[in-house]
């Protein structure tokens, strides 16, 4: 199968700058485009997925502009974490004994003021190194992930554990990666600033290739959360012997991982999971 390939490029005071390569397979890629082309359609099109992505992002920028971040409140912090999937049912117990003004300091070191990104996985392990280390606090990479992304998305692809997670081997790069024998396979592809670069650049690539000429990057992120929600309806179909295709909604994982589910706008009842096991909810966005 042909696969889609990038080479090292661009030079920094005459030093080449090695960049990932990464080995992605163009076949996978139009399999997931065109299912999540046909799934789409059943509410209200691709197009409505991308105004649905357009207002995270909108809300995201509002609360963490430079204006408003030095404000963030409670309240709005943990209206953000219910549109991140993996953070909104771990970050509840945590917060019950955490100080807003300190979370208000990690965020506005983390987003810092850089605009090349050249000092961005410094400033992940930074935001990441101010939380307890260990396995249960492996949200932590998620939330900085799409705090900067969505804050900034031309300047931050989705740098999420489930689009590549180096220690785990798994994520959407290796469910799209270019090899006969992948399910044997352990890729040797740092999760940096610059391999998510790549990646954006190859499926933006691809998308271009496919008609897509508007909203980029919102597409970038759709067919991305298509591509990870197609490998969990497969591992479903094969260890639980589930079909899924019958009994959900076959757009249901792709929006959650972006986060979309995240709030009932006729109740404003959230996924954001509470210390006391309830549900967080937004009231003023019930009819907006």
Not at 46 to 71: M, R, T, W
Not at 158 to 173: E, P
């Amino acid at each position: 199968m042909p696969a889609l390939n990038i080479f090292n490029r661009g030079e920094t005071e005459g030093e080449v700058l090695a960049r990932p390569v990464l080995e992605l397979s163009g076949p996978r890629l139009r399999q997931s485009f065109e299912r999540l082309l046909n799934n789409a359609e059943e509410h209200g099109g691709v197009e409505a997925y991308i105004q649905g992505i357009g207002f995270k992002a909108s809300v995201f920028q509002e609360a963490l502009s430079e204006k408003n971040l030095p404000d963030l409140d409670e309240k709005t912090f943990i209206g953000l974490c219910a549109f991140i999937a993996p953070v909104r049912r771990r970050i509840g117990k945590w917060m019950k004994g955490s100080d807003i003004t300190a979370v208000r300091n990690r965020i506005q070191a983390l987003l810092g003021d850089a605009t090349d990104g050249a000092d961005t996985d410094a400033r992940i392990q930074a935001f990441c190194a101010t939380f307890p280390d260990g396995g249960k606090y492996r949200w932590v990479r998620d939330l900085a992930a799409e705090l900067l992304h969505w804050t900034n998305p031309e300047q931050y692809p989705l740098m999420t554990r489930w689009v590549w997670d180096l220690k785990a081997n798994t994520g959407v790069i290796r469910e799209i990666w270019h090899a006969p024998d992948i399910d044997h396979m352990s890729l040797d592809v740092p999760n940096t600033y610059e391999t998510f670069l790549v990646l954006r650049e190859e499926l933006s690539q691809f998308l271009a290739d496919n008609g897509v000429f508007r909203d980029m990057l919102f597409y970038v992120d759709l067919l991305t959360a298509q591509i990870y929600a197609d490998y969990i309806c497969e591992q479903g179909g094969t260890y639980l012997k589930t079909d899924f295709s019958s009994e959900i909604d076959p757009m249901e994982y792709t929006r959650r991982m972006l986060g979309l589910d995240g709030v009932d706008v006729e109740s404003g009842r959230t996924r954001m999971k509470l210390p006391d096991g309830g549900r967080y909810t937004m009231p003023e966005l019930v009819d907006c």
